[in-house]
């Protein structure tokens, strides 16, 4: 009887052993011996550190990515210049020695905004600086030439419906924070287009301008007509409106060449470490390979890209193998809706149990503050005991929401998910703009950011225990 009692309970232990922890699993480890294990690491988390920050790598994060941009430039969705940045990031990332290395095929948008203009010609003639938006439609060759409507909301826009129609509506919305106000970004065009207006001018969602249009993706709706649509300068909105509001009539040529193509073929770019003692089990670390055709997608999102690429580089450089494998993603096609991280999701869900934690840097890499976390308080009371493995560059915090674009879906179905959390201070001076270049970059900011991202991801693959779902 003892010996039949032991074979079960032989067979029942590989069961716990690296499985997600439960606060009453057989293997269940307290959190008093998890709190012992993460201190453990605390030489592991100081080479790291000193890796990247004082050591060899020391600026390679920065100068690995301005190479990058400054060879391939902006990297729109169903571009060339995407696909060049694939077969560089393919090439590259088997040079630096990575393991799995390989293409997984997607399809996504394929957009191009052509040549596109617009000139105010009353009260005066004026250059209107602007870039279309993502996946609008293009106005007749000569143009679309109408007088102006000028509203500061969906809420007054309704209210004077019979004004818009034949009109070109611009909206001057005062920027709140990037999620309250994209909305004019994303539905201006089709709320304008419910009321007849023949296209909108969407005042750029930005924090500062310096003249400078913010472009993104927007989207239309079924039932409603697809009218023109482009972002314009904080600068012209407002001058627009102050015109308005003296009873000044505007009128404007807008000509837009955009065209929208089938969806084309791409792929999201892979490359591992593998686990030495759990190698299905992933830590996933991601950020964004596509950027807008503005700029040089050199914040947006090359240096989350990078410092993700960096994490791999310097658990490798060390001589570690955590026991859980350490995957790097390069989504593509993130800027029109996550496209390619959602067919990832759909090709990989079945595996959702061995998915450990997603991780995406997609809000800049300025100073770093922090661990910006989505999932459970007991997953959140292991990551504060990691991040205290930063205090030598005082980078401890935890905050709230840490899904990304890219990672929602797996955060959606229960996986813990983690962002990177810097100064974005300035962040949406520079975004979806011609000033997100290199020159928005720092060098020791992308060093301390690549330690965050490193000591975090290694020491979740490498412990015994699966986080907590």
Same mark, same amino acid.
């Given at each position: 009887m003892k010996f039949l009692f032991l074979i079960a309970f032989i067979h029942l232990l590989p069961q716990c052993t690296g499985k997600p922890l439960r606060w009453d699993d057989c293997h269940q480890h307290t959190f008093k011996e998890i709190k012992r294990e993460i201190a453990g690491y605390s030489d592991i988390a100081k080479a790291i550190i000193n890796l990247a920050v004082y050591g060899n790598a020391q600026n390679r994060s920065y100068e690995r990515l301005a190479r990058f941009v400054d060879t391939i430039g902006?990297?729109?969705?169903?571009?060339?210049?995407?696909?060049m940045a694939i077969k560089y990031m393919f090439s590259v990332l088997q040079d630096d020695g990575l393991e799995n290395v390989h293409l997984e095929p997607v399809k996504v948008p394929h957009w191009e905004r052509g040549e596109e203009s617009a000139m105010m010609l009353a009260p005066r003639n004026h250059?209107?600086?602007?870039?279309?938006?993502?996946? *609008? =439609?293009?106005? !007749?060759?000569? %143009?679309?030439?109408?007088?102006?409507?000028? #509203?500061?909301?969906?809420?007054?826009?309704?209210?004077?419906?019979?004004?818009?129609?034949?009109?070109?509506v611009?909206?001057?919305?005062?920027?709140?924070?990037?999620?309250?106000?994209?909305k004019y970004r994303l539905l201006g065009a089709a709320e304008a287009g419910k009321v007849g207006a023949v296209a909108s001018l969407i005042r750029?969602?930005?924090?500062? *301008? =310096?003249?400078? !249009?913010?472009? %993104?993706?927007?989207?239309?709706?079924?039932? #409603?007509?697809?009218?023109p649509t482009?972002?314009?300068?904080?600068?012209?909105?407002?001058?627009?409106?102050?015109?308005?509001?003296?009873g000044t009539k505007i009128v404007v040529t807008l000509k837009m060449g955009a065209k929208t193509y089938p969806?084309?073929?791409?792929?999201?770019?892979v490359a591992e470490i593998v686990g030495s003692k759990y190698p299905e089990?992933? =830590?996933?670390?991601?950020?964004?390979?596509?950027?807008?055709?503005v700029g040089q997608g050199a914040m947006d999102d090359g240096g989350g890209a990078f410092i993700s690429w960096e994490a791999l580089s310097l658990i490798k450089d060390l001589g570690l193998r955590p026991k859980r494998t350490l995957r790097l993603v390069l989504w593509t096609a993130e800027e029109p809706g996550g496209v390619g991280a959602e067919q990832y999701y759909q090709l990989h869900k079945d595996n959702i149990s061995n998915f450990d934690i997603v991780m995406e840097s997609d809000s800049g890499t300025f100073m770093p503050m922090g661990l910006a976390f989505t999932g459970s308080d007991k997953v959140r009371a292991i990551l504060k005991e990691i991040m205290q493995l930063l205090q030598p560059i005082n980078v401890t915090n935890i905050y709230e929401n840490g899904s990304e674009t890219d990672?929602?879906?797996?955060?959606?179905?229960?996986?813990?998910?983690?962002?990177?959390?810097?100064?974005?201070?300035?962040?949406?001076?520079?975004?979806?703009?011609?000033?997100?270049t290199m020159t928005v970059q720092d060098p020791s900011q992308m060093n301390l950011c690549a330690a965050v991202w490193t000591v975090v991801s290694y020491v979740i693959a490498d412990m015994e225990e699966m986080l907590p779902r």
């Amino acid at each position: 009887m003892k010996f039949l009692f032991l074979i079960a309970f032989i067979h029942l232990l590989p069961q716990c052993t690296g499985k997600p922890l439960r606060w009453d699993d057989c293997h269940q480890h307290t959190f008093k011996e998890i709190k012992r294990e993460i201190a453990g690491y605390s030489d592991i988390a100081k080479a790291i550190i000193n890796l990247a920050v004082y050591g060899n790598a020391q600026n390679r994060s920065y100068e690995r990515l301005a190479r990058f941009v400054d060879t391939i430039g902006p990297r729109l969705s169903g571009s060339k210049n995407l696909e060049m940045a694939i077969k560089y990031m393919f090439s590259v990332l088997q040079d630096d020695g990575l393991e799995n290395v390989h293409l997984e095929p997607v399809k996504v948008p394929h957009w191009e905004r052509g040549e596109e203009s617009a000139m105010m010609l009353a009260p005066r003639n004026h250059s209107i600086v602007i870039l279309g938006l993502g996946s *609008s =439609v293009a106005t !007749p060759p000569e %143009g679309i030439t109408a007088e102006v409507l000028v #509203v500061t909301s969906f809420d007054e826009l309704q209210k004077r419906a019979q004004d818009a129609k034949g009109k070109i509506v611009v909206y001057n919305q005062p920027f709140i924070s990037y999620k309250e106000t994209v909305k004019y970004r994303l539905l201006g065009a089709a709320e304008a287009g419910k009321v007849g207006a023949v296209a909108s001018l969407i005042r750029s969602i930005a924090s500062f *301008s =310096v003249n400078s !249009p913010h472009t %993104g993706w927007q989207q239309y709706q079924s039932d #409603v007509p697809k009218i023109p649509t482009a972002c314009i300068s904080v600068e012209d909105a407002e001058m627009m409106a102050r015109m308005s509001s003296r009873g000044t009539k505007i009128v404007v040529t807008l000509k837009m060449g955009a065209k929208t193509y089938p969806d084309t073929g791409s792929f999201n770019t892979v490359a591992e470490i593998v686990g030495s003692k759990y190698p299905e089990q992933v =830590v996933l670390v991601s950020g964004h390979l596509d950027s807008w055709d503005v700029g040089q997608g050199a914040m947006d999102d090359g240096g989350g890209a990078f410092i993700s690429w960096e994490a791999l580089s310097l658990i490798k450089d060390l001589g570690l193998r955590p026991k859980r494998t350490l995957r790097l993603v390069l989504w593509t096609a993130e800027e029109p809706g996550g496209v390619g991280a959602e067919q990832y999701y759909q090709l990989h869900k079945d595996n959702i149990s061995n998915f450990d934690i997603v991780m995406e840097s997609d809000s800049g890499t300025f100073m770093p503050m922090g661990l910006a976390f989505t999932g459970s308080d007991k997953v959140r009371a292991i990551l504060k005991e990691i991040m205290q493995l930063l205090q030598p560059i005082n980078v401890t915090n935890i905050y709230e929401n840490g899904s990304e674009t890219d990672t929602e879906y797996w955060v959606r179905d229960g996986v813990p998910g983690a962002s990177l959390r810097d100064d974005i201070s300035k962040y949406f001076w520079f975004h979806h703009s011609q000033g997100d270049t290199m020159t928005v970059q720092d060098p020791s900011q992308m060093n301390l950011c690549a330690a965050v991202w490193t000591v975090v991801s290694y020491v979740i693959a490498d412990m015994e225990e699966m986080l907590p779902r």
